[in-house]
């Protein structure tokens, strides 16, 4: 089991950069399959990124290629999401979601776990 926590949100510009973190605390991390999910006001929580706990691969909603990048520290337990190009439709609510051993998911009810969530607003 793991509990996670984001971290790294907050308000800026269109156009500036936000850099998310999610701790874990639990055993075996390294064997997660780790994801960002967001959700903003009267939508649907949608997926982010999300990078494998083997092989390395990664996978990005096309609103976000290109500007997001997603990582792990295996030896510090955390996840993180680098938000480049902010745009003010990149405003939600932005959860972290983990896996145990998944495979490449972007569907969030494969995933098991996730924060609380961490707001991100991009003013215009």
């Known amino acids: 089991q793991v509990q996670l926590v984001e971290s790294g949100g907050g308000l800026v510009e269109a156009g500036g950069s936000l850099t998310l973190s999610c701790a874990a605390s639990?055993?075996?991390?390294?064997?997660?399959?780790m994801a960002w999910f967001r959700q903003a006001p009267g939508k649907e929580r949608e997926f982010v990124a999300t990078t494998q706990w083997s092989y390395g691969r990664i996978a990005y909603a096309d609103s976000v290629k290109g500007r997001f990048t997603i990582s792990r520290d295996n030896a510090k337990n955390t996840a993180y999401l680098q938000m480049n190009s902010l745009k003010p439709e990149d405003t939600a609510v932005y959860y972290c979601?983990?896996?145990?051993?998944?495979?490449?998911?972007?569907?969030?009810?494969?995933?098991?776990?996730w924060g609380q969530g961490t707001q991100v607003t991009v003013s215009s």
């Open positions: 639990g055993h075996s991390f390294e064997r997660y399959s």
């Open positions: 979601a983990a896996d145990f051993m998944g495979a490449l998911r972007t569907t969030a009810n494969h995933y098991n776990y």
